[in-house]
């Protein structure tokens, strides 16, 4: 009986879409492996898994290789058995190969810098990708994510709202930090020299590498912008596969650029959303773009360089090391510009072995932070990124990638190294050396020749005698004493059937002043809410008896809780459409597990100044 016959609707649609994508690069990749096994152990899975040959990635490559030669090559045609071609019949089949593609790799392209015979295997891993994310077959988190990328316009479902409002609250907490009301994060701002681009990760967990961004800019006397639309850098297109949503992507950033009439995009530090952006973008999105694009650490460097900024390395003291992010290094070159402002900024830099093209993924890449189901396997191989991070002796790994970030505090946190993860942005803005009338002076911002001119003066005049205040919640005076906790007079609601999660999250709002109310199921968290009249309820999304989104919505459509504020915190993502699927007004924060005593603080001052507000 002949097999073919059986082959699945899906099964057809991917083999008839791989003929589509078969390009001269993805071809000479799939004929030109000569099985020579040199490329085994530069993957961190094989290193992790010694004695599995499921992770080698000529073992995986073929997988894929297998089906092009049975379709695509004539000696699979005529000779299957002898040069190993096969198919793919069924839906099952094609979940095993998700397996591999999404699961077994993450499509750093250490493999395919050290292959002699030129074969980019993570190239046709994301074809192979976009393939099966093309018949709707892919990890749950790839699909949430993309869904968000595609209806929302960014990768971590920020809604416009949310956004400005954070480009807003940072702005204040700079002009209370600086004392200069004049400090402004400028949106929409026709023309300028600078639209600056970030990370929805910026927005959802790291405000403050926005402020430091805009105090460099502001210090640097730059004419600069962030759009109030389309403002995403990033691409899970990349990730994905999907050419369709990488080029829509990119192609609502250049268009807003354009439409602002700015000179340049400078780019937040992230590795996908750099390649995306910068090198990928306009093959996908067939744009040619008319401005000039860079990453923010060539900026940070230029402002450096040109004396617009004034640094002073030995506020950085700490020894840190420098993990470099796969997209950013081995896919587009940036090795030496990073090292090059580390040396400008910090006291005692410490390179990591090996390093730059060699360097290994923080096993968070290629997308693997969105796939919780193969979270243990990203830890296991995980093992060979904590052993170098271990061996530098350092105390901080700094990286330029909000993606690294994420994947190093992973394997921070499951190694106990002890360490914390910051970025260049971060480490210039706490070395930044300014002097009163700089800030003053720079009122002046918005024409661009002045403000070269303000930056120059600033390096012509003796140091300051201010560093950059620390930029922690600020809980007390400069004396020390106590000034009022942050959450003081606040009372929440927070809910989480894990006990552990509960007393911690609990603690944290407590020993900030809050009073907290405690509901480990839905009905409580509803009566709780009901009987207390709190301010904020906190809500994990996975909790037993009644269903979350019902307890969200029910909530929601009672006028009596008009004026509550919600926050998601959860350690399940992919269950936000349980929420936000509803005809109901989003949460107005929104947290993923794990989560730092911080960023809850933050997250809770802000949703109340949202509730305020609405
Ligand atoms: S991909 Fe390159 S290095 Fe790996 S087995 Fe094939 S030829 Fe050798
Ligand atoms: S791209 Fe990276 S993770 Fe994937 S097989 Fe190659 S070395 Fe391993």
Known sequence: MNKERFRSQKAEKVLER??????????????????????????????????????????????????????????????????????????????ELKDTVFGKCTNCRRCSINCPMGVDFATFNRMARGLLVSVGIMPEGVAVVSKDQWEIGNQMGVLKEEYVETLEWMAEELQDELDDPAIEIPIDRPNCDVVYSINPREVKYDPRSISDAAKIFHFAGESWTMPSECWDMTNFGLFSGDDALGGSVARRLYEKVEELGGKRLVISECGHGYRSTRCEGPNWAQFNVPFAMESSVETMIRYIKQGRIKVDKTRNSIPVTFHDSCNNARSCGLFEEPRELLNLVVSDFREMYPNRAENYCCTGGGGAMSMSEYTPRRLKSAVIKANQLKETGAKVVVTSCHNCVDGLSDVIRHYKLGMEVTQLVNLVANALVMEEKAAAVTEKVA???????????????????????????????????????????????????????????????????????????????????????????????????RDVGDVFETLRKDPEFASLAICIITGRPELRKLIYDRSVRVPEGYLDKPVTPDALVRTIRKVIELRHDA
């Open 18 to 95: 791989m003929g589509q994508k078969l390009n001269r690069q993805m071809v000479g990749s799939m004929v030109a492996c000569v099985h020579c096994g040199m490329c085994t152990e530069c993957c961190h899975y094989v290193l992790a898994n010694p004695g599995d040959p499921t992770y080698a990635p000529a073992y995986k490559a073929d997988k894929i290789r297998k089906l092009f030669k049975r379709h695509f090559d004539w000696t699979g045609r005529v000779f299957p058995w002898w040069v190993k071609a096969g198919s793919v019949f069924t839906d099952e089949e094609l979940e």
């Open 447 to 545: 024409v661009p020749a002045e403000a070269v001119a303000v930056g120059a003066a600033v390096m012509d005049t003796p140091p300051a005698e201010a560093a950059i205040p620390a930029k922690e919640v600020p809980v007390t005076t400069s004396d020390g004493e106590p000034e009022g906790l942050p959450l003081a007079g606040l009372k929440l609601v927070v809910a989480d059937d894990e006990p552990d999660q509960l007393e911690y999250l609990a603690t944290v709002f407590e020993d900030h002043g809050a009073e907290v109310v405690r509901a480990t199921t839905g009905d409580e968290a509803l009566a709780a809410v009901r009987g207390e009249k709190p301010d904020v309820l906190t809500l994990d999304l996975e909790m037993p008896g």
